[in-house]
């Protein structure tokens, strides 16, 4: 069974530009949530997915957003990209919030010139 | 709010021995869940082990078990017989039964020494 995957692997971008990444969850979830892993921050919870809908979000600025589509992948999105949203951004999938285990996908890292 | 603490930035051990990777977390409700995930340095993040808070037996996978002592609020990671494959970052993470983000540790680096 594959397991949840991200992409892209790296993403270069320049400050004050929009970053989207992708992730598709394992066959059979249906919530997806976000994870930034930054130099010194160590792993913060950014955003949660479930059935299409955002139910809850991070300590994060509003331009990190995204979306759940009807086949459960999701995307962020980063606009007006900052310095310091240099960091590895990880993808977990569940089959539904409260008890079920979170399996991570690879991460995409993301590095703002 | 809740909080993870693991006090260990740095562990080493030898093979085939074994170590143990401690944390401690704070909190007021009496459901929730704790986890130890690994991150090789491929960065993806797995799951080593999983414990129910309701649950008084010690979660045990293979060579990893732990050590669940609830009143201390504390959940430390035992790896016995410790292999070249098991170095990584290991972080601990907390999770209440009505939440969905996961908490997590500082994280802890093991080394494992040929």
């Known amino acids: 069974e594959a397991g949840v995957t991200q992409s892209p692997t790296h993403l270069i971008k320049t400050r004050g530009q929009q970053a989207t990444l992708r992730c598709s969850p394992i066959s059979g979830h249906t919530s997806v949530y976000w994870y930034q892993q930054a130099l010194g921050l160590g792993l913060q919870f950014l955003l949660w997915y479930d059935e299409g809908e955002e139910r809850n979000r991070g300590n994060f600025p509003p331009r990190f957003s995204g979306r759940q589509f009807p086949n459960y992948s999701s995307e962020l999105n980063v606009n007006a990209l900052e310095l310091e949203d240099s960091a590895l951004y990880l993808c977990?999938?569940?089959?539904?919030?409260?008890?079920?285990?979170?399996?991570f996908g690879p991460g995409t890292r993301l590095l703002v010139l | 709010a809740q909080t993870v603490t693991q006090s260990q930035p740095e562990m080493s051990v030898q093979e085939a021995e074994t170590v143990t990777l401690s944390c401690t977390y704070d909190?007021?409700?009496?459901?929730?869940?704790l986890f130890w995930y690994k991150q090789p340095p491929s960065r993806q993040m797995i799951l080593v082990i999983r414990q129910e808070a309701y649950k008084q037996q010690n979660a045990t996978e293979n060579r990893f078990s732990v050590n669940f002592q609830k009143a201390a609020k504390s959940f430390s990671l035992k790896i016995s017989d410790s292999q070249l494959g098991d170095a990584a970052m290991y972080f601990c993470?907390?999770?209440?039964?009505?939440?969905?983000?996961?908490?997590f540790g500082e994280g802890t680096q093991l080394t494992v020494n040929p």
């Open positions: 993470a907390y999770r209440t039964s009505s939440g969905s983000r996961l908490t």
């Open positions: 909190t007021s409700e009496s459901d929730y869940y």
């Open positions: 977990a999938s569940s089959f539904d919030t409260g008890k079920e285990t979170q399996y």
